[in-house]
């Protein structure tokens, strides 16, 4: 996939989410008895040899505090068939009834495991979103071995997180929200849950590291951690060394599917504030900017004349959103919200997504070189809309390689006609059939106003000229470097 295209369409998800949930359940396995070696004789007592204590972290008292309050979670639900298409050749024929009535049921039924952990005494029970997301029933199974039905109380696919509801009759044991932003890179963490469907379990590890991204969705910003984190995980915690919840697995990342020390977990922080909405309202609130996004590497912003390679780039507004009737404009780049820096395009749709509709916030500006204020009235995500991420470019050298042509209708932009292969403009990704609606500070009514934008930027001898693109709907800032001369 090219640059533009990752900057438009916000990129595939490139590891695995979550560690699915549909387990299989695993029969119990069977124990072998290890009495004889193989140079012992039968009948031979075996010698007990006493090893010494391993110099380390001993769990063994946390484990048993807080192994209570984790519970395994099962679902059942259906999925949509997969059936052979009718070949078009035999289409009309009398093979098309047959072939119909050949084919298998409309729906498939799924089954699958999870874990979670109690969070209140009256049964309130966290979980991630693909546990229970395509669940018709959910079955929690306690650590004293009760089994009970839940019901979803809520969820949210941004942060991977949903809350449950049980009914024990009687207060259940329960763990509590430490806080996330205190972890320290090496630091222990012990995470519990129902791997592979064997049952409760617990693994050590430390804090790999700290605000990970790994394309689940605008709210990225996972810990990373090496405990032991396997399918049917997916919802578990992962406690500090005080028996505090940091993180709720969420994800791993495995060529093979199995653990190779690289997990994530959505952190408390997030996690806390996310859940106490599904418990009070079934649902999260977030507000609404209204603009496409993405991040400034030192080319695009030596192009856009910044003096950093920090801040989120708007590349396009929505129309009609507040950040349009606030008179917010493509090109402008945010570095701060109410106060608070904006370094990178998550760090904006993390604020952002922390306030309610209808809050107004102050984002400072930087437009045509100058330092700007702009007040903005959020609104409530239509359509569960998400802002469009976009991936770094990297400098290259030659010519453009562009054959552009007037857009049909009239229509404002330049069309790209063609790309020259090896060229600047097919290494920074730009394809035919793209629209130039912006060239270096000028709005583009036709291909003329690109070739002059472009000369005129190598009489100013700017190492690159920034091209705003749109694809599919989607706009996004290219920057392409310029050849000398």
């Known amino acids: 996939m090219s640059r533009i295209t990752k900057i438009l369409t916000g990129g595939a998800l490139a590891l695995a989410l979550g560690t699915t949930a549909l387990t299989p359940f695993l029969p119990p396995a069977t124990a072998q008895s290890a009495g004889q070696s193989a140079g012992q004789s039968a009948g031979q007592p075996a010698t007990a040899v006493a090893l010494p204590r391993p110099v380390g972290p001993d769990f063994a008292d946390l484990a048993a505090q807080v192994a209570p309050a984790v519970v395994r979670i099962s679902i059942t639900g259906h999925a949509e068939a997969t059936s052979a298409q009718l070949p078009p050749e035999l289409r009309g024929t009398p093979f098309e009834r047959f072939f119909q009535q050949r084919r298998g049921p409309a729906e498939r039924r799924l089954t699958g495991q999870g874990s979670g952990f109690i969070i209140d005494p009256a049964g309130y029970v966290v979980t991630n979103n693909h546990v229970v997301g395509q669940a018709d029933s959910v079955k929690v199974e306690l650590a004293d071995g009760r089994q009970m039905p839940a019901r979803v109380v809520g969820t949210d696919p941004k942060t991977d997180l949903a809350l449950l509801k049980i ?39 430390i804090v790999s590291a700290r605000g990970r991204q790994i394309g689940a ?77 993405q991040a400034i590497d030192p080319t695009l912003a030596s192009a856009l004349g910044l003096e950093e390679s920090r801040g989120a780039l708007i590349g ?20 701060g919200m109410n106060g608070r820096r904006i370094v990178l395009p998550r760090d904006l749709a993390e604020a952002v997504g922390e306030q309610k509709p209808g809050a107004t916030i102050t984002l400072a500006l930087q437009r045509d070189g100058k330092t700007v204020e702009q007040r903005v ?47 600047v403009a097919a290494t920074q990704g730009l394809q035919p059939g793209d629209v130039i609606l912006r060239a270096g500070d000028r709005a583009v009514s036709g291909p003329r106003d690109v070739a002059e934008a472009v000369g005129a930027a190598r009489r100013d001898n700017k190492p690159a000229i920034a091209l705003q693109i749109e694809r599919e709907g989607g706009r996004a800032f290219v920057a392409l470097p310029l050849k000398a001369g």
Do not use: C
């Open 167 to 205: 009914d024990a009759g009687g207060s259940l044991p329960t763990v509590a929200f430490g806080n996330s932003d205190q972890l320290r890179v090496g630091e222990w963490v012990l995470a519990m849950g129902n791997p592979f469907g064997l049952g409760g379990t617990a693994t050590a590890g």
């Open 217 to 293: 969705g605008p709210y990225d910003d996972f810990i990373q951690t090496d405990a032991s984190i396997n399918p049917g995980n997916s919802g578990g915690p992962l406690f500090n060394a005080q028996g505090q919840v940091v993180g709720v697995n969420a994800a791993i990342f495995s060529p093979s599917g199995g653990n190779i020390g690289i997990g994530f977990a959505v952190p408390s922080s997030l996690a806390q504030s996310v859940i106490t909405q599904l418990k009070e309202h079934g649902r999260v609130d977030r507000g609404w900017l209204g603009v496409s996004m």
């Open 316 to 335: 396009g507004v929505e129309p009609d959103g507040p950040a349009a009737r606030a008179g917010l404009q493509s090109g402008d780049v945010v570095t």
């Open 377 to 423: 009235t959020l609104a409530s995500i239509p359509g569960q809309q998400e802002a469009k991420g976009g991936p770094e470019q990297s400098p290259g050298s030659g010519n453009l390689g562009l054959a552009l042509a007037p857009r049909d209708r009239g229509g404002p932009g330049a069309v790209v006609a063609q790309v020259q292969p090896d060229s």
